[in-house]
């Protein structure tokens, strides 16, 4: 199969390549076509000589599957993969993979930015200096907002596999109590004072709340009214990881309310951020377009990751498959 030349085709190529992370990998085992960004009318007609299929965020339906007469494989460059009917894919015998790990240190870094923006606003006193305010001023030193200092408070991280557990190191790091709420309890890490504790516990305890949770269909909203409303009312509530994790209703009727202080998210619930999105109007938030992903590291990372699973599967010993066949 390797020796044969394949039509491989990439259906929405640029968040991971806009210009800096080259295909080559990809390139040197087929054919190669890149399409920047695929509409959902256009996923036949790009996608129906292909060999091999590598899709982001875009949709490759059952009924799109089953039409693919050549597809023999494809690739989700990325790690949340229900873009993909994977049950059509194992129907049809064709293997579907993803990248499970390769963001873990931009993303636990990414967290860490929202919340010291959150505790600082950097970039507001940035603007306010530039705006002339701290030449008028007649202080050596003034501030728009509360500072927070993070050593001694604790941070509760929902969700502590790879991301989770490396989002705790940087917390201990500044000195932070750590707690984790997950299903799954595999090994504490080494460091000190750190809880297991329940989800409810997570909230009412934290100063910090870290949504770093993978999206299923049983978690979907899970973090609601009922939850934010235990929080401290000076706490923090961040979320880089899935944005159909949050309520985002009930989460824009807090921060309008006083009951938290604040909240910075990186992902929403419906991407690229529709207007009537309640956050956009919400007091105390911080939102960035789904970032924590995408430093040059972590998409180099990504890149060659997803060719080395392609290589893979064209050497006969596939792997990261998500539809066992």
């Known amino acids: 199969m390797s020796e044969k030349k394949l039509n491989i085709v990439v259906l929405d190529g640029y968040c991971l390549n806009p210009g800096d992370n080259p295909w080559d990998e990809f390139s040197s085992l087929g054919n190669l076509t890149v399409y920047d960004r695929t509409r959902t009318d256009e996923v036949m007609e790009r996608s129906y000589d292909a060999d091999i299929l590598l899709t982001n965020k875009t949709i490759i339906t059952g009924d799109a599957i089953n039409r693919f007469l050549k597809l023999k494989y494809i690739g989700v460059l990325a790690t949340g993969y229900n873009i993909v009917d994977v049950e059509a894919a194992k129907i049809r015998k064709i293997p579907v993979s993803n990248v499970p790990v390769y963001g873990t240190n931009s993303v636990a870094q990414f967290v860490f930015a929202l919340l010291l923006e959150l505790c600082h606003h950097v970039g507001k006193h940035n603007a306010a200096v530039q705006h002339g305010e701290w030449e008028r001023s007649n202080d050596f030193s003034f501030w728009k907002t509360n500072l927070v200092e993070l050593s001694g408070k604790c941070i509760s991280i929902v969700g502590f596999g790879r991301i989770g557990r490396k989002v705790g190191e940087i917390a201990h790091a500044f000195g932070m109590e750590v707690a ?146």
């Open 180 to 325: 984790a709420a997950d299903i799954i309890r595999e090994s504490s890490p080494e460091y000190r004072p750190f809880n297991w504790v329940p989800i409810e516990e997570a909230f009412t305890r934290a100063d910090v709340v870290s949504i770093n949770s993978s999206l299923t269909s049983e978690n979907e909203g899970f973090v609601n009214r009922d939850l934010i409303s235990l929080m401290k009312k000076t706490a923090f509530l961040i979320n880089a990881s899935r944005g159909s994790l949050l309520n985002e209703r009930d989460l824009a009727d807090a921060l309008n309310a006083d009951r938290i202080a604040g909240a910075a998210v990186d992902v929403v619930s419906h991407e690229p951020i529709k207007k009537d999105n309640p956050l956009l109007k919400a007091k105390n938030i911080i939102i960035t377009p789904h970032i924590a992903w995408a430093s040059l590291e972590s998409r180099k990372r990504l890149m060659h990751l997803a060719a080395d699973n392609l290589k893979s599967f064209l050497s006969g010993v596939p792997k990261n498959i998500i539809n066992e066949l």
